[in-house]
């Protein structure tokens, strides 16, 4: 299974964006896991902003809680991460992983800047 975040931009603050993480390969595998989003901003460590369980339960970091949503299409072999009133601080690549994240799953990412 590889994993790909597509979907980041440049976005003022206030904006939104939808983020979109596919799998290919098997997607059963994808399927079983839970799955979570991933971010790091120039100097900082990798932090997990949102987690979503194989049935659907989620949790999410306080820093974004109640801005972003984290979504999973099974079906589809996709995972997203609806971000809204984004902020400067949330400028970071984001990544996604299964939960407990795996080194073997880790991609390119997918840029995120916010403009004050």
């Known amino acids: 299974v590889q994993l790909q975040a597509s979907g980041g931009g440049l976005v003022q603050a206030g904006g939104s964006l939808r983020l979109s993480c596919a799998a290919s390969?098997?997607?059963?595998?994808?399927?079983?896991?839970?799955m979570a989003w991933y971010r790091q901003a120039p100097g900082e460590q990798r932090e997990q902003v949102a987690v979503i369980s194989s049935g659907g339960t989620t949790n999410y970091a306080d820093t974004v809680k109640g801005r972003f949503t984290i979504t999973r299409d099974n079906a589809k072999g996709t995972i997203y991460l609806q971000m809204n009133s984004l902020k400067p601080e949330d400028t970071a690549v984001y990544y996604c992983?299964?939960?407990?994240?795996?080194?073997?799953?880790w991609g390119q990412g997918t840029q995120v800047t916010v403009s004050s």
């Open positions: 992983n299964t939960m407990p994240a795996s080194n073997v799953y």
């Open positions: 390969g098997s997607r059963v595998i994808f399927s079983i896991r839970a």
